[in-house]
């Protein structure tokens, strides 16, 4: 029962991750990623969530107020899939166009997110809990998985924004960008819990009009490229 359950919410956990990331990977239209990288990224999402369960768990002993310990895991989600995305990828030689991290950032993201909603669906799946799981897989597929998408994108966009200029810029820019990644990731945790039920779309909603402004921030990496060329 166990193993079905495991199997179960790894294929409700994972297969919205890598919808996505179909999606997102056709906005490079060269396609030149290595596919051994892309994977490696996408499993460095997932090693990541178990580095943030270990500081959340901490985060969750010792801090009593709910807005600072959202905003505090959201904090450490987010250098969590910062640091796999460098240790993986800001070091190789294929990180070698403005477009690249953003596409890397997001495959991290999509790995991290594959992970999480599968610890989420296991539970209600353990319990025989089928439409739960189907309610909870629709919301994580809706909203939490594009929140990850988006603020670890706003990272990549700072990352490929700042792709030739010197190192203190670089420096800043992405810690504008790391910081903008935690906000957006904060202020959705902050939301969903505080939120009624009937508002559960209109905050949905706007991580929807982020998707569009990301899809627009793809164009402006693109652009870097084509100035510099």
Known sequence: MIYSSVFYSLIAGVLPSLIWL???????SKHDEPR????????GGIVAVLFAIIIEEFIAEHVLDK???????AATEEIAKFLALFIIVLTSKYNDKPLKP????????????????????LEP???????????TGNMRFI???????????????????????NAM?????????????????SAFNISIVN?????????????????????MLFEEVKAVKRHRA
Do not use: P
């Open 143 to 165: 909203g939490a998985t594009l929140v990850h998408i988006v603020s670890s994108a706003s990272v990549g966009f700072a990352i490929g924004l700042s792709f030739y200029k």
């Open 36 to 43: 051994w990288l892309l994977t490696i990224s996408f499993i």
């Open 125 to 135: 799946v353990k319990m025989g809990e089928i439409a739960q799981s189907i309610i």
């Open 22 to 28: 179909w999606f997102w990977l056709r906005e490079d």
């Open 195 to 215: 939120v009624e039920n009937n508002d559960v779309l209109k905050i949905f909603a706007w991580i929807w009009l982020a998707v569009v402004i990301l899809i």
């Open 67 to 73: 807005n600072i310990k959202y905003t505090l895991w």
């Open 169 to 185: 810029t670089k420096f800043v820019v992405i810690s504008l960008g790391l910081l903008s990644a935690i906000a957006i990731h």
């Open 102 to 121: 953003m596409i890397y950032c997001i495959v991290v993201a999509l790995g991290f997110a594959a992970f999480e909603n599968t610890l989420f669906l």
